[in-house]
C-alpha cells in the first residue's frame, strides 16, 4: 500500500450505520458495475462493426456482382434480340459479325444466368427460371426464322416476329424483374451497413454516465477530487466514442443509397441501356414485318420516349445526367446526343418506307458509314455501357472505401474495452485496499 | 483483487469473442423442380377468334362489275380529268399489296425485290397508264387494312387476294375477277385429316378480317376459330401444333404448302371468292380502265404467262376467269 493513502484513511468518516452499505462493499460493486457495462458496451460495438463489415463486404463482393451480373443477362439478351432482326434486314445473307454478336450474347446471357441462379433468393429463381426455359425456345425460333429466311421463303419473317415477341413480352420482363430484385437487395443492404449503431449507443451512454457517477461518488467518499483510474477509463471512453464517430461517420458518409447515389444511377443507367435495345428491335421488326409492323413503330416510339422524352432531353437519360457527377456527364451527354441523331435518321426510314420505298427504308437502316444509322446506335449503345461500367465501379470503389473506414476498429474496440475494464480495476483496488 | 481481475480478463474474452463469433444461416438448397414447356404464340392471336357478324348486304352478283370504255386511252393520254390522269400526273401508281404471301406478293430474300403473281398485274396496270411498268410504288398492307386504306385513297389499288362480296361491293369497287379461289383447309400431311367433318371440335386458323373466319365459324362441325395479323402466323402455329388446320383460300393455301412441304391442301371448297382488284368507290372510271386492262392481259397472253410463272407448278394449269360485268 502507498504511505500516502493512510491519510485519506484516517480522515475516511467512520462507517456505522449497520443499514448503510459498507464503503469497500459499495466500492465492490460500482466497479463490479463499471465493469458490466464496460463490456456491454464494447461487446455491442464490437457485434455492431463486425456486422458493418460484413454487410459491407457482402455487397461489394456478393450484392453489386449479382447486380452486375443481372445487368449483363438483361443486356445481352436485349442485344441478342435487337442483332437477331438486324440481321435479318440484311439481303444477300446474314453478316459474319452480326451473327458472332448474336450468338456471344447468347453465351453470355446463359453464363450470367448459371451465375445469378446461385445466389439467387425465391422470387429471384422463380423468374431466373422463366428466363431459363424460355431462352432455348426463343434461340429455337431464331434458327427457325434463319433457315426458313434462307430457303428463300417469306415464313422466316413470321418466326423471327414470334422470337421477338418471346423476347419482349416474356423473357425480357423477367430478367428485369430479376435486376430490380437484385438492385433492391444491394441498396437494402447498403442502408443497412449505413444505419445508426443503437445498442452500442446506448451502452455508451449508460457507461459515460456510471463513469461520471462513480466518479463523483469516490471523490465524495475519499475526499479526493480525481481517481486516476476513473479519469483514464473516462479518457478510454472518450477516445472509443471519438474513434467510433469518426469511423463510422466516414464509412456511412460514402454509402449513399437515396436519389442520385451512384446505386439509383446505376439503375437508370441500366434501364436506359435496355430501352436503347429495345427501340433498336422494335425498328428493324417494323421492316422486317413488311408492312404489317406499326405496333412495333408504337413500341420504338414508347421507348425512344423512355428513353430521351418527347423533347429529346429528358426521359432516363435527362434523369441520369441530372443526377450525374462531374466526370461521368460526358458519357450520358454522348449518349443523348447519339439518342437524338438516331430518332432524326429513324424518321428517315420512317419516311422512305411509308412512301412505299422499302428497300432505300432498308437500305438506310442497315447502311455503313460513320453517320449511318447502325453506327450512330454503336455509339449510343457504347456511351452507355461505359456510363454503366462507371456507374457499378462507383458502388464497388463505395464499399471498399466504406469497408476501408472500419479497418481496425474492431481490434480498437477489444483492446480499448479491456483498458477500459484495467482502469476501472486500478482505480477501484486502492481504495478497496484502504478498508482492509 | 488480482483473481478479480483474472477473472475479469476471462469475462472480456468471452464476451468479445462471442461478439465476433456467429454462423451465416445456409439457405436450403432447392430440390430439383419440374418443368413444362409452354409453346411460344406470334404475336396478336385470337384463339378463339372474334367472329364478324355478317351484315344484311344485299344479294348481288359478286363477280359483275363495271364496263370498260369503249377504246382503251393510250399510255401517258389519260383523258383529262380522269382518276387515271392524276395518276399519270402524279407520276406513279400507289399499291397496296402484301409482301408476305409467297407466290403472290413477298420480298425475295436473295434480292430484297418485291415479286410475285400480284406484284406482275400492278406492274401491267402501271405499264398501261405510264408504257412503264416500274413506275409503281407497292405499299405494304395487312388483310384488314385493306378496305380502310381504299376508303382513305392512300392506295389507287389494292391487290391482295381480296375476295369479292356484296358487303364490300358497299364499300369499294372491284375489277372483274383475276384468279378465281376457292376456300379450302391446309393441314398437316401426318394427320390423315381429308375434310371439314374431321376436325370436329378444332382449331382452325384464318386471319383477322377475313372473310374466311367468317365461313370457318358457319361450318356445321364446330370448329373452334383463330385468328392472326397474317396467313403466315396461321402456318407457324400449324407447324408448331397449335392449330390443326389453316383454312383461307386455296391460292394462298398453295403458297403456305409451298413453304412446308409436310402440309397439303385439301378439303371440299366451302366457299366460292373470286378475287378482284380493289380501287376506291368514286373512282368509277378507274375500274373500267383497270378492267380494260385485265381484258386485254387475257387476251394477249399476258394472264397465262403471268399464271404460269408463278403458279402453274403449284396449282396446275388454268384459263383466265371470264369477265362478268353489271351492264
Known amino acids: 500500500m502507498p504511505t500516502q493513502l493512510a491519510s485519506a484513511r484516517e480522515l475516511a468518516p467512520p462507517r456505522t450505520g449497520s443499514r448503510r452499505l459498507s464503503t469497500p462493499r459499495l466500492y465492490w460493486l460500482v466497479a463490479a458495475g463499471l465493469v458490466v457495462l464496460a463490456l456491454a458496451t464494447g461487446v455491442a460495438a464490437l457485434a455492431d462493426v463486425r456486422e458493418r463489415s460484413a454487410l459491407l463486404t457482402d455487397v461489394s463482393e456478393v450484392k453489386a456482382p449479382i447486380s452486375v451480373d443481372a445487368q449483363t443477362l438483361y443486356r445481352s439478351l436485349a442485344d441478342a434480340d435487337a442483332t437477331a432482326a438486324t440481321a435479318f434486314l440484311s439481303t444477300g445473307g446474314e453478316s459474319s459479325d452480326l451473327r458472332t454478336r448474336y450468338l456471344d450474347d447468347i453465351a453470355q446471357a446463359s453464363s450470367a444466368l448459371t451465375i445469378a441462379l446461385r445466389d439467387a433468393d425465391d422470387d429471384e429463381t422463380a423468374r431466373l427460371r422463366v428466363v431459363a426455359e424460355q431462352l432455348p425456345v426463343y434461340t429455337g425460333l431464331i434458327e427457325t426464322a434463319r433457315s426458313n429466311q434462307r430457303h428463300g421463303v417469306p415464313l422466316g419473317g413470321a418466326y423471327l416476329r414470334e422470337a421477338s415477341g418471346l423476347m419482349q413480352q416474356t423473357i425480357l420482363p423477367a430478367a428485369a424483374g430479376v435486376f430490380d430484385s437484385t438492385h433492391r437487395r444491394l441498396v437494402g443492404e447498403q442502408a443497412a451497413a449505413d444505419g445508426f449503431p443503437w445498442p452500442a449507443a446506448f451502452f455508451g451512454v449508460l457507461l459515460a454516465g456510471a463513469l461520471l457517477a462513480a466518479q463523483v461518488l469516490v471523490a465524495r467518499r475519499s475526499r479526493r477530487t480525481f481517481n486516476l483510474g476513473l479519469v483514464g477509463a473516462s479518457g478510454i471512453a472518450v477516445l472509443a466514442l471519438l474513434w467510433s464517430f469518426v469511423a463510422l461517420g466516414a464509412s456511412t458518409g460514402r454509402l449513399e443509397t437515396g436519389p442520385g447515389s451512384p446505386a439509383e444511377q446505376v439503375s437508370v443507367l441500366a434501364n436506359s441501356g435496355r430501352a436503347a435495345l429495345q427501340a433498336r428491335a422494335n425498328e428493324s421488326l417494323t421492316l422486317v414485318a413488311r408492312g404489317g409492323g406499326a405496333t412495333f413503330e408504337t413500341q420504338f416510339v414508347g421507348r425512344m420516349d423512355e428513353l430521351i422524352g418527347v423533347d429529346g432531353t429528358s426521359g432516363l437519360l435527362g434523369k441520369a445526367l441530372a443526377q450525374a457527377e462531374d466526370d461521368d456527364r460526358a458519357f450520358i451527354e454522348q449518349a443523348r446526343a447519339e439518342a437524338n441523331q438516331w430518332r432524326t435518321l429513324h424518321l428517315q426510314v420512317r419516311a422512305a418506307d411509308d412512301g412505299g420505298d422499302w428497300n432505300k427504308a432498308v437500305e438506310l437502316a442497315t447502311a455503313s458509314g460513320d453517320q449511318a444509322l447502325p453506327a450512330v446506335f454503336a455509339r449510343l449503345d457504347k456511351a452507355l455501357t461505359n456510363a454503366l461500367s462507371a456507374g457499378n465501379q462507383q458502388v464497388d470503389r463505395q464499399a471498399d472505401g466504406a469497408e476501408g473506414a472500419l479497418t481496425g476498429l474492431a481490434a480498437g474496440f477489444v483492446l480499448l474495452t479491456i483498458g477500459l475494464v484495467a482502469a476501472v480495476g486500478l482505480g477501484f483496488r486502492p481504495r478497496i485496499g484502504e478498508y482492509r | ?327
Open chain 2, 1 to 327: 483483487m488480482k483473481k478479480n481481475l483474472r477473472i475479469a480478463a476471462v469475462m472480456v474474452t468471452v464476451a468479445l469473442v462471442a461478439a465476433g463469433c456467429g454462423t451465416p444461416d445456409e439457405p436450403p438448397r432447392p430440390v430439383s423442380a419440374e418443368a413444362t414447356a409452354t409453346v411460344p404464340r406470334p404475336l396478336n392471336v385470337q384463339d378463339p377468334a372474334e367472329v364478324p357478324s355478317p351484315s344484311g348486304a344485299p344479294t348481288c352478283n359478286p363477280r359483275a362489275s363495271l364496263r370498260p370504255p369503249a377504246s382503251m386511252p393510250k399510255p401517258n393520254r389519260m383523258p383529262v380529268d380522269s382518276t387515271m390522269a392524276e395518276i399519270q400526273q402524279r407520276g406513279r401508281l400507289i399499291i397496296g399489296i402484301d409482301q408476305n404471301a409467297y407466290l403472290f406478293g413477298f420480298r425475295d430474300p436473295g434480292s430484297g425485290e418485291l415479286v410475285g403473281f400480284e406484284i406482275d398485274f400492278g406492274r401491267e396496270i402501271a405499264r398501261a397508264i405510264f408504257g412503264d411498268p416500274t413506275k409503281v410504288e407497292f405499299r405494304a398492307i395487312t388483310t384488314a387494312e385493306r378496305i380502310p386504306k381504299l376508303q382513305s385513297e392512300e392506295v389507287d389499288l389494292v391487290i391482295r387476294t381480296m375476295s369479292m362480296t356484296c358487303e364490300r361491293w358497299q364499300q369499294v369497287l372491284f375489277s372483274t375477277e383475276y384468279i378465281p379461289s376457292r376456300q379450302r383447309l391446309l393441314v398437316r400431311k401426318a394427320d390423315k385429316i381429308n375434310d371439314f367433318p374431321d376436325l370436329k371440335g378444332k382449331k382452325v386458323c384464318a386471319t383477322k378480317g377475313s372473310t374466311s373466319i367468317v365461313t370457318i365459324a358457319k361450318q356445321p362441325y364446330n370448329l373452334i376459330p383463330v385468328s392472326t395479323d397474317s396467313t403466315l402466323d396461321c402456318l407457324v402455329l400449324l407447324q408448331q401444333g397449335q392449330v390443326d388446320a389453316v383454312s383461307t383460300i386455296d391460292i394462298l393455301l398453295a403458297g403456305l404448302a409451298a413453304q412446308d412441304p409436310t402440309t397439303e391442301v385439301t378439303g371440299t371448297a366451302v366457299s366460292d371468292e373470286p378475287a378482284g382488284i380493289g380501287i376506291p368507290l368514286e373512282h368509277r372510271d378507274m375500274a373500267g380502265f383497270v378492267n380494260g386492262v385485265l381484258d386485254k392481259m387475257r387476251a394477249d397472253g399476258t394472264w397465262t404467262d403471268i399464271y404460269n410463272k408463278w403458279l402453274k407448278e403449284r396449282l396446275g394449269p388454268a384459263t383466265p376467269p371470264v369477265p362478268v360485268y353489271q351492264n
